[in-house]
């Protein structure tokens, strides 16, 4: 009780003073922040938040100087290597025994499909290149192309 009085006090007399050099607006926020600590006392709040700090800190201390913590960060540390090894040698072990193209399908597709031809009285219709996005500049490319705009 007399810290968060203290505290208060101090900043509401700091306030004033602020009240005289910066203006009404700064002295009210900085009035507001100094009726917290007091707030704090009187709802509870501040044996809330000192349990909340004290059991971190128990916390921390207990993970930095206890060697059965460290033993268990060093094991859990370790089935993460476990883990990702095990993940590349199984990866490496399916792309081995991957099945080899058959000779079907090895025989280019020229060779696999008859070749048709338009009807006689039909001209051929040029088929569209296909788009590969090889760089970000290709749509406006093709676009002055069509334009004429070299």
């Known amino acids: 009780m007399p810290l968060c009085a203290g505290a208060t006090g101090v900043g509401l007399v700091f306030s004033f003073l602020l009240l005289r050099r910066r203006g009404a607006v700064a002295a009210m926020r900085l009035a507001a922040w100094s009726l917290l600590p007091m707030a704090a006392y009187l709802t509870g709040a501040l044996s809330a938040l000192w349990t909340i700090g004290a059991t971190a800190v128990s916390f921390v201390t207990s993970l930095v100087f206890n060697p059965?913590?460290?033993?268990?960060?060093?094991?859990?540390?370790?089935?993460?290597?476990?883990?990702?090894?095990?993940?590349?040698?199984?990866?490496?072990?399916?792309s081995a025994a991957a099945p080899a193209p058959s000779a079907a399908s090895a025989r280019p597709a020229a060779e696999q499909k008859p070749a048709t031809s338009a009807p006689a009285g039909k001209p051929a219709i040029a088929q569209p290149k296909p788009r590969t996005n090889d760089d970000d500049f290709s749509d406006i490319e093709d676009i002055l192309k069509r334009r004429g705009i070299s």
């Open 68 to 94: 059965f913590t460290w033993v268990g960060v060093a094991l859990a540390g370790l089935s993460m290597v476990l883990f990702m090894v095990s993940g590349v040698i199984r990866a490496r072990r399916l």
